[in-house]
């Protein structure tokens, strides 16, 4: 177990309570309840290669409440990224509901789903999609421009973010003079910039040493709790897994196990 973390968050409640076939309201304890931020109910995924169809994801049902750090393990090609995209809204499930704070991702056109996703939903990679002539700064700024959030807000959210994934000394250096897990961090600060709901992390720690990634775990517990958002990686890492609020297992397109 990791020392430098502890589990301790409301939605953990939440999601030991879950039942992932039903997406009522979990009670989190006498005087709160937690409506799902997003649910995933019998999502199926195929895609048509050629003469055939391939089908990658068989029936997913999952959901994801308030504050929590959630994470999706499962070996190369079992349809984690597949999954991450469509509850993004980048994609649309072939079978399956999918709402994000009501919203029905899959019956939504891409324009409809594209604004829900600038508003409300930020994205981080394993590779850290940042733009390589531009500093620190002026990544997470671009992000605040591309929510469309008023100039006048930009310099005071860009630094708190920048002091929250602790980078406010490093702010003018441009990705070439960051090391992987500082350049990781200044992605987190992007993807958080327009305050969303949900945070998507595709293999955020892939690149990155045992020290570095947790760094970054440690910046994901705290702007868990800080920012008010929901945080879902996929990751390989045992070691990182054991401070998730829970752990799905994917095989083969299905979560198995509890
Ligand atoms: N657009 C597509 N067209 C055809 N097949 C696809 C498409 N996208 C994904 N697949 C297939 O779906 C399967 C699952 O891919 P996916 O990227 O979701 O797996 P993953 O669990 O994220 O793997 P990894 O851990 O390697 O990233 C793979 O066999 C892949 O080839």
Same mark, same amino acid.
């Given at each position: 177990?990791?020392?430098?973390?502890?589990?301790?968050?409301?939605?953990?409640?939440?999601?030991?309570?879950?039942?992932?076939?039903?997406?009522?309201?979990?009670?989190?304890?006498?005087?709160?309840?937690?409506?799902?931020?997003?649910?995933?109910?019998?999502?199926?995924?195929?895609?048509? &290669?050629?003469?055939?169809?391939?089908?990658?994801?068989?029936?997913?049902?999952?959901?994801?409440?308030?504050?929590?750090?959630?994470?999706?393990?499962?070996?190369?090609?079992?349809?984690?990224?597949?999954?991450?995209?469509?509850?993004?809204?980048?994609?649309?499930?072939?079978?399956?509901?999918?709402?994000?704070?009501?919203?029905?991702?899959?019956?939504?056109?891409?324009?409809?789903?594209?604004?829900?996703?600038?508003?409300?939903?930020?994205?981080?990679?394993?590779?850290?999609?940042?733009?390589?002539?531009?500093?620190?700064?002026?990544?997470?700024?671009?992000?605040?421009?591309?929510?469309?959030?008023?100039?006048?807000?930009?310099?005071?959210? &860009?630094?708190?973010?920048?002091?929250?994934?602790?980078?406010?000394?490093?702010?003018?250096?441009?990705?070439?003079?960051?090391?992987?897990?500082?350049?990781?961090?200044?992605?987190?600060?992007?993807?958080?910039?327009?305050?969303?709901?949900?945070?998507?992390?595709?293999?955020?720690?892939?690149?990155?040493?045992?020290?570095?990634?947790?760094? &970054?775990?440690?910046?994901?517990?705290?702007?868990?709790?800080?920012?008010?958002?929901?945080?879902?990686?996929?990751?390989?890492?045992?070691?990182?897994?054991? #401070?998730?609020?829970? #752990?799905?297992?994917? &095989?083969?397109? #299905?979560?198995?196990?509890?």
């Amino acid at each position: 177990m990791l020392s430098w973390l502890s589990r301790s968050s409301t939605a953990e409640k939440a999601s030991e309570q879950e039942d992932a076939q039903a997406p009522e309201p979990v009670a989190l304890n006498k005087a709160s309840v937690a409506e799902p931020l997003l649910t995933v109910r019998g999502v199926e995924r195929s895609f048509d &290669v050629g003469s055939q169809k391939i089908r990658v994801l068989k029936g997913i049902n999952l959901n994801l409440y308030p504050q929590q750090l959630v994470m999706l393990r499962g070996r190369s090609g079992s349809g984690k990224t597949t999954l991450m995209n469509l509850m993004g809204g980048l994609d649309t499930p072939t079978g399956g509901e999918i709402h994000f704070k009501g919203r029905p991702f899959h019956i939504w056109n891409d324009d409809k789903r594209t604004e829900v996703r600038r508003q409300d939903i930020g994205f981080i990679f394993q590779a850290y999609a940042l733009m390589p002539l531009l500093s620190a700064y002026e990544n997470v700024e671009l992000s605040m421009r591309m929510a469309k959030i008023h100039r006048s807000e930009w310099k005071a959210r &860009v630094t708190s973010c920048l002091d929250l994934v602790g980078l406010s000394k490093r702010m003018h250096h441009r990705p070439f003079e960051l090391s992987g897990g500082e350049q990781q961090r200044v992605a987190i600060a992007k993807a958080i910039a327009h305050r969303p709901s949900l945070l998507l992390a595709d293999e955020p720690t892939a690149e990155l040493d045992s020290q570095m990634a947790a760094q &970054v775990m440690q910046v994901f517990k705290e702007i868990v709790a800080s920012e008010n958002v929901t945080i879902c990686m996929t990751t390989h890492d045992p070691t990182i897994m054991e #401070v998730a609020d829970h #752990v799905y297992e994917m &095989v083969d397109g #299905v979560f198995v196990g509890k």
